[in-house]
């Protein structure tokens, strides 16, 4: 999506989504953000001119080249103008947020699977969850989860300078790997019985 002209459009509740917009953003690609759920109240104010109303979404798809969205596994709404936005022909890129549900985000609407035109997953493992689960291989790709990249970055920074700092506070050697491990509180969204239906 980065490298396409023009405006893409976003929707989704995830974080992920918008560290893709500021970045896009950054890079001048300007975007439209559809005003549903976390998106539509976390944009910065910098770009609430960007905000496009829920109700005006499926038309704002038709002023955008490609469509970019993060996925729910229970709201259907970015699905839903994905699907609007493929049935026009336009370039449909999923942006995977976390390691789980790779089929079912695409499904939660009850239609068949959506195979977006790029699926971007955070690594190698999430890819051949996705491909286990029927995600053609030829629409994957290891992009990394740029929600999670910025937190990295921002716990600890990426120059040598503040890697020796960060081991020397954490009482390491100074070339050592240091690992953010960053984790969603399942049980409190989907409930303790991984048995239950509708439970990822």
């Known amino acids: 999506a980065g490298r396409c002209a023009g405006h893409a459009a976003f929707m989704g509740g995830s974080r992920v989504v918008l560290a893709v917009i500021l970045e896009l953003e950054a890079q001048g690609i300007p975007c439209l953000v559809s005003e549903h759920g976390f998106l539509?109240?976390?944009?910065?104010?910098?770009?609430?001119?960007?905000?496009?109303?829920?109700?005006?979404?499926?038309?704002?798809?038709?002023?955008?080249?490609?469509?970019?969205?993060?996925?729910?596994?229970?709201?259907?709404?970015?699905?839903?103008?994905?699907?609007?936005?493929?049935?026009?022909?336009?370039?449909?890129?999923?942006?995977?947020?976390?390691?789980?549900?790779?089929?079912?985000?695409?499904?939660?609407?009850?239609?068949?699977?959506?195979?977006?035109?790029l699926y971007t997953v955070p690594d190698a493992y999430a890819a051949q969850g996705a491909q286990a689960e029927g995600l053609p291989g030829s629409c994957l790709s290891m992009a990394g989860q740029p929600a999670l990249a910025g937190t990295a970055a921002r716990l600890f920074p990426f120059t040598a300078a503040h890697r020796r700092e960060a081991a020397r506070r954490l009482k390491l050697p100074p070339d050592a790997h240091i690992v953010v491990f960053i984790n969603e509180v399942y049980r409190s969204v989907f409930g303790c019985d991984t048995g239950a239906p509708g439970h990822p």
């Open 40 to 117: 539509g109240r976390e944009l910065p104010k910098r770009l609430r001119n960007r905000l496009v109303p829920e109700e005006k979404s499926l038309q704002a798809v038709a002023a955008c080249r490609v469509v970019l969205f993060g996925s729910s596994s229970t709201d259907p709404y970015a699905l839903a103008l994905a699907r609007r936005a493929q049935a026009e022909g336009l370039a449909v890129v999923h942006v995977l947020d976390s390691w789980s549900s790779y089929r079912k985000r695409l499904e939660t609407d009850d239609g068949p699977m959506l195979v977006p035109d």
